[in-house]
């Protein structure tokens, strides 16, 4: 039993040492860069700033914890200082490799940095293995306007890159509710979705925008959020995208957009009312026109028998005959515009519009006349009518 039991904890402390042993980084130093003069001999206070802030920047990498390196312990030393205290009289392998040791580093970056006049700064890194004293190289141009904190990031994020050959880029995934649409970056498109998925790689790690706009045609809104990308890792992001609501000014009672019965800008209330309108005045001016017509055709019966007798209550008929004329022209003509308005309000001036295409609710539009109206008096009928041409 105590064998047994023996054997299971010599087991388990070989796993956990494999384990420790996978998980591991490899130690690296960062020398602080050593500034060199340029041409004219000058070392001014500015290229001494950018040495310091680009070292700064490089050591930050590292601490990211997305690297397989980790920074040793008290090792934010200056290149200068080391090569003196190691009498390294230049940066030869072999010397160098005795610093990093030193250091307790299997890795070792050092470099030197210069003032290009009229191009901005020339930096230039090695990074050494220790061990086996191999170099690796990297150099770049730093533009004059490009020392600030989050282009050093950048370009230091570049070199480490270059140096170590680890990919500082990662990649995102998408899932949305919507089958088709496109995938922004910053503003730029870089992709399309495909069943509701998108991968995007080669994202630089950092923090972006992420935008998804639906495809032409689908009820969803446009998506818009803050990612983070970590360098060699996949970023997910499950995005339920918002349906359309209605227009602000929307009224569903109103408009087919808004869930109504009618089209944009057509009011069903006050094409009620008009349509009510319409239809009284035409009541009223047919009414009108029979009354007219009616007393007109007896005026001359009167008139003949009121000039046989002048007694004659033909004559006090007559009278009120020739009035009622009057009256019934007049009902004729006010119904026949009540009708004329009531119509053109119902039909043609009602706000519609319609565009040029049957399914887009936006581009050029164009008033469409339904029909005119025109009331005609005969000089000699028996009232007036109206005329539709459609």
Same mark, same amino acid.
């Given at each position: 039993?105590?064998?047994?039991?023996?054997?299971?904890?010599?087991?388990?402390?070989?796993?956990?040492? *494999? /384990?420790?042993?996978?998980?591991?980084?490899? #130690?690296?130093?960062?020398?602080? @860069?050593?500034?060199?003069? &340029?041409? =004219?001999g000058?070392?001014?206070?500015?290229?001494?700033?950018?040495?310091?802030?680009?070292?700064?920047?490089?050591?930050?990498?590292?601490?990211?914890?997305?690297?397989?390196?980790q920074?040793?312990?008290?090792?934010?030393?200056?290149?200068?200082d080391?090569?003196?205290?190691?009498?390294?009289?230049?940066?030869?392998?072999?010397?160098?490799a005795?610093?990093g040791?030193?250091?307790?580093?299997?890795?070792?970056?050092?470099?030197?940095?210069?003032?290009?006049?009229?191009?901005?700064y020339?930096?230039s890194?090695?990074?050494?293995?220790?061990?086996?004293k191999?170099?690796?190289?990297?150099s770049?141009t730093?533009?004059?306007?490009?020392? *600030? /904190?989050?282009?050093l990031?950048?370009?230091? #994020?570049?070199?480490?890159?270059? @140096?170590?050959?680890?990919? &500082?880029? =990662?990649?995102?995934?998408?899932?949305?509710?919507?089958?088709?649409?496109?995938?922004?970056?910053?503003?730029?498109?870089?992709?399309t979705?495909?069943?509701?998925?998108?991968?995007?790689?080669?994202?630089?790690?950092?923090?972006?925008?992420?935008?998804i706009?639906?495809?032409?045609?689908?009820?969803?809104?446009?998506?818009?959020?803050?990612?983070?990308?970590?360098?060699?890792?996949?970023?997910?992001r499950?995005?339920?995208?918002?349906?359309m609501?209605?227009?602000?000014?929307c009224?569903?009672?109103?408009?087919?957009?808004?869930?109504g019965?009618?089209?944009?800008?057509?009011?069903?209330?006050?094409?009620?009312?008009?349509?009510?309108?319409?239809?009284?005045?035409?009541?009223?001016?047919?009414?009108?026109?029979?009354?007219?017509?009616?007393?007109a055709?007896?005026?001359?019966?009167?008139?003949?028998?009121?000039?046989?007798?002048?007694a004659?209550?033909?004559?006090?008929?007559?009278?009120?005959?020739?009035?009622?004329?009057y009256?019934?022209?007049?009902?004729?003509?006010?119904?026949?515009?009540?009708?004329t308005?009531g119509?053109?309000?119902?039909?043609?001036f009602?706000g519609?519009?319609?565009?040029?295409?049957?399914?887009?609710?936006?581009?050029?539009?164009?008033?469409?006349r339904?029909?005119?109206?025109?009331?005609?008096?005969?000089?000699?009928?028996?009232?007036?009518?109206?005329?539709?041409?459609?």
């Amino acid at each position: 039993m105590t064998r047994a039991l023996s054997s299971v904890c010599l087991a388990l402390v070989l796993i956990a040492a *494999g /384990a420790s042993s996978a998980l591991a980084k490899t #130690k690296l130093a960062i020398l602080g @860069l050593e500034v060199t003069a &340029s041409s =004219g001999g000058k070392i001014d206070e500015e290229v001494g700033k950018v040495a310091k802030d680009f070292t700064a920047a490089l050591r930050k990498r590292v601490d990211t914890g997305s690297t397989n390196y980790q920074l040793v312990k008290d090792g934010e030393k200056e290149l200068v200082d080391e090569k003196l205290m190691n009498s390294c009289e230049n940066e030869k392998p072999d010397c160098m490799a005795r610093i990093g040791a030193g250091l307790g580093a299997d890795v070792l970056v050092y470099g030197n940095i210069e003032r290009q006049p009229g191009k901005g700064y020339q930096v230039s890194l090695k990074l050494l293995r220790v061990n086996g004293k191999s170099i690796e190289s990297w150099s770049e141009t730093i533009n004059s306007r490009e020392t *600030g /904190a989050a282009d050093l990031a950048r370009i230091a #994020k570049k070199g480490f890159s270059a @140096l170590t050959h680890e990919n &500082s880029d =990662g990649w995102l995934v998408v899932k949305t509710n919507v089958d088709r649409g496109t995938v922004l970056i910053n503003g730029n498109e870089v992709g399309t979705l495909s069943s509701g998925r998108a991968r995007i790689n080669d994202l630089p790690e950092g923090r972006h925008t992420l935008a998804i706009e639906p495809a032409e045609g689908t009820k969803y809104q446009r998506h818009e959020e803050k990612i983070s990308i970590t360098a060699g890792k996949p970023t997910e992001r499950d995005i339920e995208l918002k349906e359309m609501g209605p227009p602000v000014d929307c009224d569903p009672k109103v408009s087919i957009d808004c869930g109504g019965t009618i089209g944009d800008g057509g009011k069903k209330g006050s094409n009620t009312v008009w349509k009510g309108i319409a239809i009284a005045g035409a009541v009223v001016g047919v009414a009108g026109g029979v009354w007219w017509g009616y007393n007109a055709s007896k005026i001359d019966g009167y008139e003949k028998t009121c000039g046989m007798n002048t007694a004659s209550d033909a004559c006090g008929k007559g009278d009120r005959a020739s009035t009622n004329t009057y009256i019934g022209g007049g009902a004729t003509f006010v119904g026949a515009a009540f009708m004329t308005i009531g119509l053109l309000k119902a039909f043609v001036f009602t706000g519609e519009k319609e565009s040029s295409s049957p399914t887009s609710t936006v581009g050029r539009q164009r008033s469409k006349r339904r029909f005119a109206v025109t009331p005609i008096l005969a000089p000699n009928g028996g009232g007036a009518t109206v005329r539709i041409d459609w």
